[in-house]
């Protein structure tokens, strides 16, 4: 079953969960982050992080040592660490000169990447000796904005996506605090900043994904193409173009199984075989009276506050999300084995998808 939840009239630009799915925060396309606890169907904002000066653009929220990471258009990250109920903010030194676009925690939660504008990844790392984060850059060979990262399971490489139109993979390993890594099907060589692959593109690379054994990585670019690299069968490249407005994030949900969604409204599922990537479904089987998620009673109370005209109610979209969805996450499960999973998008909706239940269905 669907689960449809509200959180006002403003886009969400980007959320993140804990690791036991009773909170989330989520950033309603400004300075602020806001965290909400569940009581049942109802959420209660616990707390706002208003550290920031300008728009956030990405949220990452540690399972393990429960820290999150925040970072801005105003150029700066913050490590939110919680003490009595409160959120206490760690300014990290980034040392770029334009925003912050996107962060991600490393697997085991010692150090996280910052993409930024200025063509460079800042990987940062907390220094025990003077109490505070510092990042080492990755710049050669990004010639424009990083868009996106997502790390490897062996928790030193780092794949990124650029509107450079490019798709790198690099090593991000940080002799202070990394083991030496081992030989990966990606290589064996692993400086930091070197550079282990890269593809090109025919748009703005929006999202990359690493499968759960990091063998493979998936990405989505505004030329609204899915691309998959398989770096076990000598890196084979497979791209789909597809009939569909260009996708904005993506996600492994098994071993075969890729997740994407953007424009379009909607999630929709891709399945990988060696040399092959098939579109299998959209994941939405809405219908356009079911769409907003409310009774038509509830509907017409709401019109005031939705500005939505009487005239003009038939213009909802055959879709649960009524706006492009902007972030997906896992809810349940890995990215080797998804039960449900979590998009938000700028209609301001949060919704919860059982793929148990759709994958039965098939």
Request: aromatic residues 10%; proline residues 3%; charged residues 25%.
């Given at each position: 079953?669907?689960?449809?939840?509200?959180?006002?009239?403003?886009?969400?630009?980007?959320?993140?969960?804990?690791?036991?799915?009773?909170?989330?925060?989520?950033?309603?396309?400004?300075?602020?982050?806001?965290?909400?606890?569940?009581?049942?169907?109802?959420?209660?904002?616990k707390n706002v992080l208003a550290q920031h000066?300008?728009?956030?653009?990405?949220?990452?929220?540690?399972?393990?040592?429960?820290?999150?990471?925040?970072?801005?258009?105003?150029?700066?990250?913050?490590?939110?660490?919680?003490?009595?109920?409160?959120?206490?903010?760690?300014?990290?030194?980034?040392?770029?000169?334009?925003?912050?676009?996107?962060?991600?925690?490393?697997?085991?939660?010692?150090?996280?990447?910052?993409?930024?504008?200025?063509?460079?990844?800042?990987?940062?790392?907390?220094?025990?000796?003077?109490?505070?984060?510092?990042?080492?850059?990755?710049?050669?060979?990004?010639?424009?904005?990083?868009?996106?990262?997502?790390?490897?399971?062996?928790?030193?490489?780092?794949?990124?996506?650029?509107?450079?139109?490019?798709?790198?993979?690099?090593?991000?390993?940080?002799?202070?605090?990394?083991?030496?890594?081992?030989?990966?099907?990606?290589?064996?060589?692993?400086?930091?900043?070197?550079?282990?692959?890269?593809?090109?593109?025919?748009?703005?690379?929006?999202?990359?994904?690493?499968?759960?054994?990091?063998?493979?990585?998936?990405?989505?670019?505004?030329?609204?193409?899915?691309?998959?690299?398989?770096?076990?069968?000598?890196?084979?490249?497979?791209?789909?173009?597809?009939?569909?407005?260009?996708?904005?994030?993506?996600?492994?949900?098994?071993?075969?199984?890729?997740?994407?969604?953007?424009?379009?409204?909607?999630?929709?599922?891709?399945?990988?075989?060696?040399?092959?990537?098939?579109?299998?479904?959209?994941?939405?089987?809405?219908?356009?009276?079911?769409?907003?998620?409310?009774?038509?009673?509830?509907?017409?109370?709401?019109?005031?506050?939705?500005?939505?005209?009487?005239?003009?109610?038939?213009?909802?979209?055959?879709?649960?999300?009524?706006?492009?969805?902007?972030?997906?996450?896992?809810?349940?499960?890995?990215?080797?084995?998804?039960?449900?999973?979590?998009?938000?998008?700028?209609?301001?909706?949060?919704?919860?998808?059982?793929?148990?239940?759709?994958?039965?269905?098939?």
């Open positions: 079953m669907t689960e449809i939840h509200n959180f006002g009239v403003d886009p969400i630009t980007c959320h993140a969960w804990n690791s036991d799915r009773t909170h989330i925060a989520l950033s309603p396309n400004s300075n602020e982050v806001h965290i909400y606890k569940r009581d049942e169907d109802r959420w209660n904002c000066d300008l728009r956030v653009t990405s949220i990452d929220w540690a399972p393990n040592t429960n820290r999150i990471v925040t970072c801005s258009a105003d150029r700066n990250a913050y490590v939110w660490t919680k003490v009595d109920d409160k959120w206490k903010p760690t300014l990290v030194l980034l040392r770029i000169n334009r925003a912050a676009t996107c962060v991600r925690w490393s697997p085991n939660e010692m150090k996280f990447a910052v993409g930024c504008g200025a063509r460079l990844i800042s990987v940062c790392f907390f220094e025990e000796e003077n109490d505070w984060w510092l990042s080492k850059h990755i710049k050669k060979p990004i010639r424009s904005t990083v868009t996106s990262l997502d790390w490897h399971p062996n928790n030193v490489l780092l794949a990124c996506g650029s509107t450079d139109f490019k798709t790198r993979v690099f090593s991000a390993y940080i002799k202070e605090i990394d083991p030496k890594p081992e030989a990966t099907v990606w290589g064996f060589k692993m400086p930091l900043g070197h550079l282990m692959a890269e593809f090109s593109n025919n748009g703005w690379v929006h999202c990359v994904s690493f499968s759960a054994d990091g063998s493979k990585l998936a990405w989505v670019s505004h030329d609204s193409t899915v691309s998959v690299c398989d770096a076990e069968q000598n890196m084979e490249l497979i791209t789909v173009k597809t009939q569909f407005l260009p996708f904005l994030t993506c996600a492994w949900i098994s071993s075969s199984s890729i997740i994407v969604a953007g424009h379009d409204c909607s999630p929709i599922l891709y399945q990988y075989e060696t040399s092959k990537l098939t579109f299998v479904t959209k994941v939405d089987k809405s219908q356009k009276k079911e769409a907003d998620g409310f009774s038509a009673m509830r509907k017409f109370r709401d019109m005031d506050k939705r500005a939505i005209v009487e005239n003009n109610v038939d213009t909802l979209l055959d879709t649960v999300h009524q706006n492009a969805i902007t972030t997906l996450t896992i809810y349940a499960g890995s990215k080797s084995s998804t039960t449900k999973l979590c998009t938000t998008g700028m209609d301001g909706k949060m919704v919860i998808w059982n793929l148990k239940a759709l994958m039965d269905e098939m």
